[in-house]
């Protein structure tokens, strides 16, 4: 049985082959997106040059919400359609997951090295695993596994209220809202967000000075302002990152992807991660039962489909 699993992101599309819950590492390739009219022609550039082997199911993870089967990427105007998938593939079965589904169905497949650890706890067996995607957008999923296999859920989370305790978060908030007047979790911690938060911090002494993500983390801890716009980015990921495993209880684990949290891990102990993490009040005992890492592996949403796929054979 030969699959087919795709990641669909804002600028790049990746598509591998996949055996069982395992995909064919040397299968795997990367395409710009704004190459193609959409993803059909992504999908038979692709199956063209895998030698155009005979697909017996797809699954594809996009980034953006999808219901009954369809789908809008966030970041592009693609429209991603199962019915679609299955005539250019010739596949009977076809599943389209949120890219956040697919990376929740990936965390049983992923080699021990794929995880950095971010803040110690126990790790229940069996227990509530929560993922938390910091990447060009922010969202959210949970995994449980049921009696009838794993349930992972779709989420558009990273555009709810950003949390507000404090006039210094009053602050923000009003600085990051822009002109709709609403300051979502994803204005500050997706990869724009950095930038943002810079604007922010700069704009208290003085005009705000722009630079982007990577020159933030590359200039901090030298440069004061850099320094206080990684700090307060990673309050406000405590903030957010904690109040999500109060609503979920995450025994089994909490898990950051994306090149954002992959940036900022080396960072966040210094930064008091721990410290706004667990700072729920008479829960802050509760908080230590929630251990976080951060998850390396770039192909983790193809497994995750891959993974999906053999499960509901």
Same mark, same amino acid.
């Given at each position: 049985?030969?699959?087919?699993?795709?990641?669909?992101?804002?600028? $790049?599309?990746?598509?591998?082959? #996949?055996? !069982?819950?395992?995909?064919? &590492?040397?299968? /795997?390739?990367?395409?710009?997106?704004?190459?193609?009219? !959409?993803?059909?022609?992504?999908?038979m550039?692709?199956?063209? *040059?895998?030698?155009?082997?005979?697909?017996d199911?797809?699954c594809?993870?996009?980034?953006?919400? /999808?219901?009954?089967?369809? @789908?809008? +990427?966030?970041?592009?105007?693609? +429209?991603?359609?199962?019915?679609?998938?299955?005539? /250019?593939?010739g596949?009977?079965? %076809?599943?389209?997951?949120?890219?956040?589904?697919?990376?929740g169905?990936?965390? =049983?497949?992923?080699?021990?090295?794929?995880? %950095?650890? %971010?803040?110690? @706890?126990?790790?229940? %067996?069996?227990g509530?695993?929560?993922?938390?995607?910091?990447?060009t957008?922010? $969202?959210?999923?949970?995994?449980?596994?049921? !009696?009838?296999?794993?349930?992972?859920?779709?989420?558009?989370?990273?555009?709810?209220?950003?949390?507000?305790?404090?006039? &210094? =978060?009053?602050?923000?908030?009003?600085?990051?809202?822009?002109?709709d007047?609403?300051?979502?979790?994803? =204005? /500050?911690?997706?990869?724009?967000?950095? #930038?943002?938060?810079?604007?922010?911090?700069?704009?208290?002494?003085?005009?705000?000075q722009?630079? *982007?993500?990577?020159?933030?983390?590359?200039?901090?801890?030298?440069?004061?302002?850099? *320094?206080?716009?990684?700090?307060?980015?990673?309050?406000?990921?405590?903030?957010?990152?904690?109040?999500?495993?109060?609503?979920? +209880?995450?025994?089994?684990?909490?898990?950051?992807?994306?090149?954002?949290?992959?940036?900022?891990?080396?960072?966040?102990?210094?930064?008091?991660?721990?410290?706004s993490?667990?700072?729920? @009040?008479?829960?802050?005992?509760?908080?230590?039962?929630?251990?976080?890492?951060?998850?390396? =592996?770039?192909?983790?949403a193809?497994?995750?489909?891959?993974?999906h796929?053999? *499960?509901?054979?």
């Amino acid at each position: 049985m030969t699959r087919l699993v795709v990641d669909i992101g804002g600028t $790049n599309t990746r598509a591998a082959l #996949a055996e !069982g819950p395992r995909i064919v &590492e040397d299968s /795997v390739r990367r395409y710009r997106n704004d190459g193609f009219a !959409g993803l059909s022609a992504v999908l038979m550039r692709y199956l063209a *040059e895998a030698g155009s082997p005979q697909i017996d199911g797809a699954c594809a993870a996009l980034a953006g919400p /999808v219901q009954a089967g369809r @789908g809008r +990427l966030t970041n592009l105007d693609w +429209l991603i359609d199962e019915a679609e998938i299955a005539r /250019v593939t010739g596949a009977d079965r %076809v599943r389209l997951l949120n890219d956040l589904q697919a990376q929740g169905h990936a965390l =049983d497949q992923l080699a021990p090295v794929a995880l %950095v650890p %971010v803040l110690d @706890g126990p790790r229940a %067996v069996g227990g509530v695993r929560l993922v938390i995607g910091l990447g060009t957008g922010v $969202n959210v999923t949970v995994v449980h596994r049921t !009696g009838t296999g794993t349930l992972v859920t779709a989420n558009e989370a990273g555009h709810v209220s950003l949390p507000v305790a404090c006039e &210094e =978060d009053l602050s923000l908030a009003r600085f990051a809202a822009g002109e709709d007047g609403f300051a979502a979790v994803e =204005d /500050v911690l997706a990869g724009r967000g950095l #930038a943002t938060l810079h604007d922010w911090v700069t704009s208290r002494t003085g005009p705000p000075q722009r630079i *982007e993500g990577s020159e933030i983390i590359a200039a901090a801890p030298d440069d004061p302002a850099a *320094e206080q716009t990684l700090r307060t980015y990673t309050r406000m990921l405590g903030r957010v990152a904690g109040d999500l495993a109060l609503h979920h +209880l995450p025994y089994g684990g909490i898990y950051l992807i994306g090149g954002v949290a992959r940036a900022m891990t080396p960072h966040l102990a210094r930064l008091g991660l721990d410290d706004s993490f667990r700072a729920k @009040g008479r829960f802050s005992r509760l908080m230590e039962s929630f251990a976080i890492a951060t998850i390396t =592996d770039d192909f983790a949403a193809l497994r995750g489909c891959a993974a999906h796929l053999a *499960e509901t054979a």
